[in-house]
């Protein structure tokens, strides 16, 4: 991969590769843009094949989390890290901190989180050299878990979706499919089951669903029969790319809302066949932006009431989304790019060339 190539073509304001002799860390951070204010993003710990492949990786991940800070109508630009390495065996407190120095050499403009096979353990670690961490429970004012807030905000954003699609204000009697009853998932479902929906269930994890079956009466489905139940709502709570040329012809189902990552295989294609299958697809990134809108509620002084009640705003930003995808007969991903690049762009012309944010101030001491 040619590097400055991919970061031209992608817009990234700064990528900065991190090698450390002493402990074997190899990261790259990317800052893709700070219009709106400090790059926030999580660190992933992957076994990458070779380092294009990590910096791909990163580069891909980075922007997507500006254009899911856009859209959340927050004020943070996106970044993200990529630590390369087995997550099993090359974890240590001195490679964390060696990883942490680098982050803090930024000065703010990038702050980290967990990601994947980065654990809370691990950012604490980070957290001893640097400031510019959020998801840090040791500390006064910790978010903790985001999954009830991401769930709330699914929640919302199932509502937003039925009311566009279906014209009903309430979920009562409507059947909901929910794949993945996990952190999200199960949350997802009790805010479900409070509003009156009828519950499917789908999980690799018989334990999960029997309660779920003795909690809330759900309906159990097995593996692929999730596809191609009759309900109302269909929410993808675990997996990435289930929506693709296999499963597609199977729904049933008008309205897609759920908060699972990366949830089209092939965004364009994709989200196109489901508009022209007249399915309301509720963009992943807008309807799970719950966690995002937690951890940046951890910058300015954590309320967790405060933090749910913003989460709730994506049903305005669903709504939004959804008359752009309308007014410019594109899919509903398309729309919600637009609305996130409208929103950057109106704020770079205020605000001249770049940000003029205080780094400091986003930092709880
Ligand atoms: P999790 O690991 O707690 O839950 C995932 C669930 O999916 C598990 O119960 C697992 O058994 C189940 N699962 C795995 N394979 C399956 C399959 N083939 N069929 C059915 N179920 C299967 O993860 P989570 O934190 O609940 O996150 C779920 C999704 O939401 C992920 O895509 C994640 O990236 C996304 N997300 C989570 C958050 C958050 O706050 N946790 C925020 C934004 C996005």
Not at 6 to 32: N, P, R, W, Y
Not at 49 to 56: E, I, P, Q, R, Y
Not at 98 to 124: C, K, M, P
Not at 128 to 133: H, L, Q
Request: glycine share 10%; charged share 20%; with cysteine.
């Amino acid at each position: 991969m040619q590097a400055f190539e991919s970061i031209t073509e992608m817009g990234h304001e700064q990528v900065v590769f991190c090698h450390d002799k002493a402990t074997g860390l190899k990261a790259i951070i990317a800052i893709h843009d700070t219009t709106l204010g400090p790059a926030l993003g999580g660190t992933r710990m992957w076994d990458y094949a070779n380092s294009d492949a990590a910096l791909f990786d990163v580069l891909r991940l980075s922007r997507g989390m500006t254009y899911k800070a856009a859209c959340a109508g927050l004020n943070l630009g996106g970044g993200k890290a990529v630590i390369i390495g087995d997550a099993k065996k090359m974890k240590s407190e001195a490679l964390f901190r060696a990883f942490g120095r680098f982050v803090n050499s930024l000065g703010g403009r990038y702050i980290t989180a967990e990601d994947v096979n980065i654990g809370v353990s691990d950012i604490e670690q980070v957290a001893a050299e640097t400031n510019y961490v959020t998801g840090v429970t040791s500390r006064p004012g910790g978010s903790g878990d985001p999954s009830p807030v991401t769930a709330w905000g699914v929640f919302f954003g199932i509502k937003a979706t039925v009311k566009q699609r279906l014209g009903k204000d309430s979920l009562r009697g409507l059947k909901v499919a929910v794949q993945g009853i996990g952190n999200v998932g199960s949350h997802l479902c009790e805010y479900l089951h409070q509003e009156g929906a009828q519950l499917i269930v789908s999980d690799i994890d018989q334990e999960k669903l029997k309660l779920m079956a003795s909690k809330y009466s759900a309906k159990i489905v097995e593996g692929p029969a999730i596809y191609s139940t009759e309900c109302d709502v269909f929410a993808p709570c675990a997996l990435g790319a289930i929506i693709n040329d296999e499963t597609i012809p199977m729904f049933k189902f008008s309205v897609i809302a759920g908060g699972a990552n990366n949830q089209l295989l092939d965004e364009n294609k994709h989200g196109k066949i489901l508009k022209d299958k007249n399915i309301l697809y509720a963009p992943d990134y807008v309807i799970n932006a719950g966690g995002l809108i937690n951890v940046y509620n951890e910058l300015r002084g954590y309320n967790a009431e405060v933090a749910r009640k913003q989460a709730e705003g994506i049903y305005k930003t669903l709504l939004t989304v959804y008359s752009e995808a309308d007014r410019l007969a594109i899919s509903t991903l398309a729309a919600s790019n637009a609305v996130a690049e409208r929103r950057i762009n109106t704020v770079k012309a205020v605000t001249g060339f770049k940000h003029t944010y205080d780094n400091q101030s986003w930092i709880r001491r």
